[in-house]
Structures are given as structure tokens and as C-alpha cells.
């Protein structure tokens, strides 16, 4: 079954050190990444994707994933934690071959920046 | 440029009443979707509309219709509530149908089924 893991429920990081959020996937094909954050009482936001190519990808508010292949991963990570990212973070995935509308969601982690 | 608009952002009702779950997008995308979120869960999707004048099921569309009554508009209805419909909804939309555009999200609405 295609699926999508965020092992951690929550992350918790102090200000100024850096951080992973981790996602794996389990798809046939290549699939294509996505990572979505959600502050309170407000819908996604979208981050960044991975669509083919460089393997470390950029995104908004200094965020950027690295997707590893042969370990079926999308870690979302960021070289130094703002107490402003604390909100939670969803890994998603487009399977190869299936519908367009399909886009499958991991269970969300929450991540909490201590200042 | 408001993008996604959903009304209303919360509404409680009672076992057995309707309601409809409105959505607006300005952005001239053509599919839409409509989302659930529930804790431990993340985001299932209840049904989706690729473009104007289709709608398709998504995993859990049982208790649930909907109507793409034009580019803009996707409404979700409820036709007689369960407690196991209490929730958050979201609605989505993005351009095109390629599986690499992003979705945008409107704020939800925080629905209570008592």
C-alpha cells in the first residue's frame, strides 16, 4: 500500500540550532514530495517540493528537504529554528502512475521552537 | 487576492440536521478538493473536482456530497450529520491537474456534530 510516515508527533528544538522533521514514503514509481506547515486555525501552507533533479531543495522561510532515494526519504530540515516556525508540518506525496488528484498526506508532526 | 474562501469557519449542529460547506477560489484553478482533518489522521481527502462540471470520490466520501457549480465554487453538503463527521474541513484548489502543483488551502471549517 502507498504511504507516507512522519515517525515523530512532535519535534521539539531550541531557538538558533537546527532542525529535521522527518518523513518517509513508501510508493511505486517516482513519486513527487511535497511539504506543507499549518499554524493554529489556519489551512497549509505550502513549503516545498522535490519533482526530479538536485536532491537538496529549497523553499519558503529558509526551509529546504533532502530526498534520499534509497532510503525512501523527504526530511525537512533547517540550518538554524526561529520560535516563529513552531507550527505543524505535513510530508506529502504524489505517487507515480495514480490519479493527478491524488496526494497522499502523512499524520503531521509538530514542531516546538523554545526560545 | 483572497485565494481560497470558506464559509462558514465553524458551525456546531445536531445528529440528523444538513448543512452545506461553502468554497471559493479566485485564482482560476480548475480541480478543487475537499479535505478532512482529523487528529492522529492528517488530511483524507472526501472528494475532489478535476474541473468544471466533473466530481470524483476520494477515500471517505461516504455521508458526503458535492456540487462544482462553476470554476469558482466547490460546495461540500451534509445531508443528515453524524457525530463521526465532527471535524475540520478544508477546502483546496490548484492549477491544472499535474501531480507537481502545489494545493492551496483555504482556513477550514470546524465542524461539531453533537
Known amino acids: 500500500a502507498q504511504s507516507v510516515a512522519q515517525p515523530e508527533d512532535q519535534v521539539n528544538v531550541a531557538e538558533g540550532n537546527p532542525l529535521t522533521v522527518k518523513c518517509t514514503y513508501s510508493v511505486s514509481g517516482n513519486p513527487y514530495l511535497f511539504w506543507y506547515v499549518q499554524y493554529p486555525n489556519r489551512g497549509l501552507q505550502f513549503l516545498l517540493k522535490?519533482?526530479?533533479?538536485?536532491?537538496l531543495v529549497k523553499g519558503s522561510y529558509g526551509f529546504e528537504a533532502e530526498f534520499n532515494k534509497s532510503q525512501t526519504s523527504f526530511h525537512l530540515k533547517k540550518p538554524s529554528a526561529l520560535v516563529s516556525d513552531s507550527a505543524l508540518y505535513f510530508c506529502a506525496v504524489s505517487p507515480y502512475g495514480g490519479a493527478t488528484n491524488k496526494l497522499i498526506f502523512g499524520t503531521g508532526t509538530l514542531l516546538a521552537v523554545q526560545p | 487576492n483572497a485565494g481560497v474562501t470558506q464559509t462558514p469557519k465553524f458551525q456546531v449542529l445536531k445528529t440528523g440536521q444538513s448543512m452545506t460547506l461553502q468554497c471559493a477560489q479566485d485564482?482560476?484553478?480548475?480541480?478543487m478538493y475537499w479535505y478532512r482533518q482529523d487528529p492522529g489522521m492528517g488530511l483524507r481527502l472526501i472528494y475532489y473536482s478535476a474541473s468544471e462540471g466533473t466530481t470524483d470520490k476520494g477515500e471517505v466520501p461516504n455521508g458526503y456530497n458535492v456540487s462544482r457549480l462553476n470554476k469558482r465554487e466547490f460546495s461540500l453538503r451534509l445531508e443528515s450529520a453524524a457525530p463521526s463527521q465532527t471535524s475540520v474541513y478544508f477546502c483546496?484548489?490548484?492549477?491544472?491537474?499535474?501531480?507537481?502543483?502545489?494545493?492551496?488551502f483555504g482556513n477550514g471549517t470546524r465542524l461539531t456534530v453533537t
Open positions: 483546496a484548489s490548484r492549477d491544472g491537474q499535474g501531480r507537481n502543483s502545489p494545493l492551496h
Open positions: 485564482m482560476n484553478h480548475n480541480s
Open positions: 522535490y519533482i526530479t533533479g538536485d536532491n
